[in-house]
Nanobody, 116 residues
């Protein structure tokens, strides 16, 4: 089974930045479009960014467009999320997975907290 390990979360002030990293193992990472999801307490998990297998195409939710940048390094089996101009509403646990109904198992995620 493909496994994901997310890291890089933390506590930041509004307007601050964080860079999240997702390390994948157990599969052929290069084959998959990848995405970052987030889930705030009491809320549905939502897809915020995705990136094509070659990294040439990216998509973002309107809520993060212009502030977040997704990237990948297939040689390292990693996908990153650079988050700038963070807002309190960005507070959530962030996960990586396929941006598809056919997701792999979810990792533990990494917590991002933006103080209000």
């Amino acid at each position: 089974q493909v496994q994901f390990r997310e890291s890089g979360g933390g506590l930041v002030q509004p307007g601050g930045s964080l860079r999240l990293s997702c390390a994948a193992s157990g599969g052929i990472f290069r084959l998959y479009t990848m995405g970052w999801y987030r889930q705030a307490p009491g809320n549905q998990r939502e897809l915020v960014a995705s990136i094509s297998v070659g990294g040439g195409t990216t998509n973002y939710a309107d809520s993060v467009k212009g502030r977040f940048t997704i990237s990948r390094d297939n040689a390292k089996n990693t996908v990153d999320l650079q988050m700038n101009s963070l807002k309190p509403e960005d507070t959530a646990v962030y996960y990586c997975n396929r941006p598809s109904s056919s997701t792999f198992n979810w990792g533990q995620g990494t917590q991002v907290t933006v103080s209000s």
